[in-house]
Nanobody, 123 residues
Framework: VQLQASGGGLVQTGGSLRLSCAAS???????ASWFRQAPGKEREFVAA????????YYAERVKGRFTIARDNAKNTVYLQMNSLKPEDTAVYYC??????????????????WGQGTKVTVSS
């Protein structure tokens, strides 16, 4: 599967962005997720959605502000980001894989990655 991420950009503190991740080749695996990586930091988990049932998971630092959603007809997963903060600045990556429930927040659990889309939140 090939993943194409888009939607990043420059936004002021408190603003919103919606990221998209379009899959081609086949559908998403068990988990479709978003990670992010800020300069000089490790890649960290942001949000995930299970293919079966649509259960969602969020990192504590984005809970209540970010929402992961999917459009099965378009084979696309979205990340709606509201109330953005400067600390949300990072390159955001979408990923998919058949992680087991206890590992969905580990980057190594994913087989396929998009190319990343940069989000910059100005103060």
């Amino acid at each position: 599967v090939q993943l194409q991420a888009s939607g990043g950009g420059l936004v002021q503190t408190g603003g919103s962005l919606r990221l998209s991740c379009a899959a081609s080749g086949r559908t998403f695996s068990r988990y479709a997720s978003w990670f992010r990586q800020a300069p000089g930091k490790e890649r960290e988990f942001v949000a995930a959605m299970r293919r079966d049932g649509g259960t969602t998971y969020y990192a504590e630092r984005v809970k209540g502000r970010f929402t992961i959603a999917r459009d099965n007809a378009k084979n696309t997963v979205y990340l709606q980001m509201n109330s953005l903060k400067p600390e949300d600045t990072a390159v955001y990556y979408c990923a998919t894989g058949n992680a087991i429930t206890s590992t969905y927040y580990y980057p190594d659990a994913y087989d396929y990655w998009g190319q990343g889309t940069k989000v910059t939140v100005s103060s």
